[in-house]
């Protein structure tokens, strides 16, 4: 089991930067994927960026591609979301998650995680 804590939400202007952390805690958390996701009002949860657990690779959703980095420090359990050039579409609850990865590169931005984070409210205004 995994546990998950998000931190660095907050307000934020157009065209600003944030970046969102998490704290992961639990055994053997080299072997999972890390990802970030995001849920807007009215609309459904959609996968944001994920990291594998072997050589960072790193898969991002096409709205986010060239502004968001996603990262990960194994020495301190911690993910990160870089976030540029913020959008008001950008607005939402963002949340932290992890996934076993079964073998190297299996998980992606269509896989299904089942540890996740409380969620912290990133808002960009016009």
């Known amino acids: 089991q995994v546990q998950l804590v998000e931190s660095g939400g907050g307000l934020v202007q157009f065209g600003g930067s944030l970046t969102l952390s998490c704290a992961a805690s639990?055994?053997?958390?080299?072997?999972?994927?890390l990802g970030w996701f995001r849920q807007a009002p009215g609309k459904e949860r959609e996968a944001v960026a994920v990291?594998?657990?072997?050589?960072?690779?790193?898969y991002y959703a096409d709205s986010v591609k060239g502004r968001f980095t996603i990262s990960r420090d194994g020495a301190t359990n911690t993910v990160s979301l870089q976030m540029n050039s913020l959008k008001p579409d950008d607005t939402g609850v963002y949340y932290c998650?992890?996934?076993?990865?079964?073998?190297?590169?299996?998980?992606?931005?269509?896989?299904?995680?089942?540890?996740w984070g409380q969620g912290t409210q990133v808002t960009v205004s016009s």
């Open positions: 990291i594998s657990s072997v050589n960072d690779r790193t």
């Open positions: 639990g055994e053997a958390l080299e072997y999972y994927a």
């Open positions: 998650a992890a996934q076993w990865e079964v073998a190297p590169g299996l998980i992606n931005l269509k896989s299904d995680f089942h540890s």
